[in-house]
């Protein structure tokens, strides 16, 4: 590509504001700033936090890369102070004034926008960030949606929008989605909160806002590659006729030790060190690394289970407890039944932030017990770990079909039902599966036995292709490469 029409290109990104939804745009806004784009993040300073380091050792390089801050304004949405982020939140009450002070960075934003030199070429944003449709369309740029999930997500949601079906069956009955390559049967229950609204009105008004804003889109971004899905993402081309690049998986773009170990860095009682130093005392393939994502709500009886079943596999293990619904009553059982003393040597517990990428791409990991948020599955997929699958919500069972049932990389421990936020205590005790459920999980992805090599072939294969897409005439490479020039074309246009 001609480096002058390059200088002159400049990508705005918007995440939102949420770990699982920062940390992908942040690697690909490094992705594009390592083809000599420049590239601008907007966020707020509380989320700065987390890729802040990194961002500077990309500037320090010479990455033609800035990052502008615009103050979160919760006092004014009626959100506490330090209040910036989804995991913040310190009621799900609060939701809504979470969403109306994302409606009040519209006029700041805009201001930036209007200062930078060189003018924005697009902005880049997460969809649920509605008011940048608005920013879009008065600044006459073109709005790339970045999708933090996948084109089998994006056509099942699209095509059970289309039929309705869902509506025919109850909140309990199962439905198969559609005009699928695969087929693909989910509980109505399953499905992510869209397709099955609660009583707050004004909560789902705004759901049906970020939906409508959609339509205003250039086009769609998304972290996954075309060889893990081919089939999902031509239907879906075909039947929207929408733009859409497969760019991932972006994390790959970690390829340096530091960048892996602080990706999202915070607080945490173990530091990258240590468990590097203790997986390394274990043979290849046996240590199952449990991490069930930034927004977990489990309940402490259901963790409790999770717990036992780790200790009941007699494998070695990782757990990382961090979120968590009542975490001191979890702590509290942690100590009163002597689970960590029992377990030390053979376990380790992590609170807080854990270098999941750093963990994961270490050679004596062998499965990932996980929440299937779209991040950690496709990390899983990455680094060639088998999945046991532990979805809750949004569109994490969704990624669990992926994982089981399209690539036959993992294995379900038989959670039944989405838990909302608020939702909580609704099953009984809150336990779903049993510390069995857990253990038998973990029995059949590791181990001896034909079925278990194959799936670990399966995970190997798609390692590779991951691998392979993001390296130069890879699929995912060739598509970053489309979307340059695509907004190359779009700015001469304006110009012309």
């Not at 390394?280 to 709500?297: E, I």
Request: proline share 5%; aromatic share 8%; hydrophobic share 40%.
């Amino acid at each position: 590509m001609d480096s002058t029409s390059l200088r002159n290109l400049h990508f705005v990104f918007i995440p939102f504001m949420a770990p699982g939804h920062i940390l992908p745009m942040v690697d690909m806004a490094k992705l594009l700033a390592k083809r000599h784009v420049k590239v601008t993040i907007i966020t707020t300073p509380l989320n700065l936090i987390p890729f802040k380091a990194s961002i500077e050792r990309e500037i320090e390089s010479g990455s033609p890369i800035q990052l502008l801050l615009v103050k979160f304004p919760n006092v004014e949405a009626g959100l506490p102070e330090g209040c910036e982020s989804v995991e913040t939140i310190p009621s799900m009450d609060l939701k809504l004034n979470f969403f109306h002070a994302l409606d009040l960075m519209q006029k700041p934003i805009e201001e930036l926008l209007e200062k930078l030199n060189p003018s924005p070429s697009c902005i880049i944003s997460d969809k649920n960030i509605a008011c940048v449709a608005d920013i879009a369309a008065k600044l006459k740029l073109p709005r790339i949606i970045f999708d933090g999930t996948n084109c089998f997500n994006l056509l099942c949601n699209h095509n059970l929008y289309v039929s309705k079906v869902y509506e025919t069956v109850s909140y309990s009955d199962s439905l198969v989605i559609p005009g699928l390559p695969h087929r693909i049967e989910m509980k109505k229950s399953q499905l992510p909160v869209i397709f099955t609204p609660g009583p707050d009105q004004e909560l789902n008004a705004v759901r049906v806002r970020i939906r409508e804003s959609e339509g205003a889109k250039y086009g769609i971004l998304v972290n996954s590659f075309e060889e893990l899905e081919a089939e999902y993402v031509k239907e879906y081309q075909r039947v929207t006729g929408h733009k859409i690049w497969c760019v991932g998986p972006v994390s790959m773009t970690n390829k340096d030790e530091l960048d892996k170990a602080q990706r999202g860095n915070k607080n945490s009682n173990v530091d990258e060190s240590q468990c590097v130093k203790w997986l390394d005392s274990w043979p290849p393939s046996s240590v199952v690394y449990a991490c069930l994502g930034s927004l977990n709500r489990v309940t402490p009886a259901q963790l409790k289970e999770i717990g036992l079943g780790l200790e009941a596999a007699k494998r070695p293990f990782i757990w990382v407890l961090r979120g968590a619904y009542k975490r001191d009553e979890l702590e509290k059982w942690i100590v009163e039944d002597g689970f960590e003393e029992r377990v030390k040597g053979r376990g380790i517990l992590i609170r807080g932030w854990a270098p999941q990428v750093l963990i994961l791409s270490h050679k004596s990991v062998g499965a990932f017990l996980t929440h299937c948020g779209w991040n950690s599955t496709l990390e899983g997929i990455c680094a060639g770990v088998p999945l046991i699958t532990f979805p809750m919500f949004a569109d994490q069972f969704y990624n669990e079909k992926v994982a089981v049932q399209v690539i036959e990389t993992g294995v379900r421990v038989g959670v039944e039902n989405s838990v909302h936020f608020g939702d909580e205590d609704k099953f009984g005790d809150g336990v779903q599966v049993t510390r069995d459920n857990v253990k038998d999980a973990i029995k059949e992805v590791m181990g001896d036995g034909v079925e278990k090599e194959k799936r670990r072939e399966r995970a190997r294969k798609f390692e590779d292709l991951a691998k392979k897409s993001i390296e130069e005439g890879g699929s995912s490479y060739c598509n970053m490469s489309l979307l340059i020039e695509d907004i190359m074309h779009v700015q001469g246009l304006n110009q012309s």
